[in-house]
């Protein structure tokens, strides 16, 4: 047989199946997956695992690019306006559902401009405390806090810190008052420095400072312990009925073809799977949670329901 022919007969298949065809052609250069919030945080750092190990099943580069700023609305924005050709991707979580009720006005609608491609992970908080604090467990400091004011550090209103501290107000009948900070170095500091009393901080950024004793962990946020700090609580176990976690996945701009949006579902999907990506996820106190399109789109659209109530019972507003 003839080249000619040959060739004719390996590509007859993809030419009378449009979308296969789209599908081998896709990605055909780099992608971008929009972060907006800072780099170093737990966020920015699931994106560089997932991209680096989505880069190699789809066998191009992927570029993390961080637009910070507006509790998540600048690089929600930018990429609600990006090309909807699946080459760029956002990663977010809580502030998809839950910003458009903290701010009067917003540059995208979640809903309508988004197409749910698959969910990453969940991200527990730990309850941390200074070290001067004359407490060791959440009993003694509930019974603390009813007896003089204290406060709770967040990185802003609206954000998953925020809403574990709201939440832990609720359950526990405190009135723990709300101290936002614009980063999480700050909000440290003075923790640390015994400025604020408690703080709802993701494991990844509280590691290292319980660790070496510059604060005090009482409890992780989730309904199983984290395998970081196996010897802490959950606050269930602690005699507090609250589970509250942050949690992270990728979406695409609205109109991306359908058989794009599968491709990107798999190999997100799989890079979650990993056995050397999970793991790195879990020592960083980051819990894989893969979940496909439709189970994501489902999922945000509850938890739009929920952080919304908490919210308007809360009347937390945006700075």
């Not at 929600?76 to 809580?94: E, F, K, P, Y």
């Not at 990453?120 to 467990?137: E, F, G, H, Y």
Request: glycine share 10%.
């Amino acid at each position: 047989m003839s080249l000619l022919p040959r060739r004719a007969l390996l590509t007859a298949p993809a030419l009378a199946h449009p979308a296969l065809a789209r599908a081998q052609g896709f990605p055909d250069r780099g992608l971008r997956v929009i972060v907006p919030f800072p780099p170093g945080g737990a966020a920015d750092f699931l994106g560089r695992i997932v991209g680096e190990r989505m880069a190699r099943g789809l066998g191009q580069p992927v570029v993390i690019d961080n637009r910070t700023g507006a509790g998540g609305n600048i690089g929600t924005a930018a990429a609600a306006q990006a090309d909807r050709d699946g080459h760029t991707l956002l990663l977010n979580g809580v502030p998809i559902a839950v910003n458009r009720f903290l701010f009067a006005a917003l540059p995208f609608d979640a809903e309508r401009d988004f197409t749910p491609v698959a969910m990453l992970a969940v991200v527990p908080n730990i309850m941390v405390v200074p070290t001067a604090l004359p407490v060791d467990s959440v009993a003694e400091f509930v019974a603390l806090a009813r007896a003089r004011p204290m406060n709770f550090a967040s990185i802003g209103n609206g954000t998953s810190l925020h809403l574990a501290g709201a939440q832990f107000n609720t359950a526990t009948g405190l009135d723990l008052t709300h101290v936002p900070y614009r980063e999480t170095g700050a909000a440290n500091t003075d923790l640390m420095a015994g400025r604020v009393h408690v703080m709802f901080q993701t494991i990844s950024a509280a590691a290292e400072l319980v660790r070496g004793g510059r604060m005090r962990a009482l409890a992780v946020t989730s309904d199983e312990r984290a395998s970081a700090f196996a010897e802490v609580p959950t606050l269930r176990e602690a005699g507090v009925d609250l589970v509250s976690v942050g949690w992270f996945g990728l979406l695409l701009p609205r109109g991306a073809a359908a058989d794009r949006v599968e491709r990107l579902e798999k190999e997100a999907t799989a890079a979650v799977r990993d056995e050397v990506v999970a793991a790195r996820m879990v020592a960083s106190g980051i819990l894989p949670r893969p979940m496909a399109s439709a189970a994501f789109g489902a999922f945000i659209k509850a938890e739009t329901r929920r952080l919304g109530g908490l919210v308007r019972a809360a009347g937390i507003r945006a700075e």
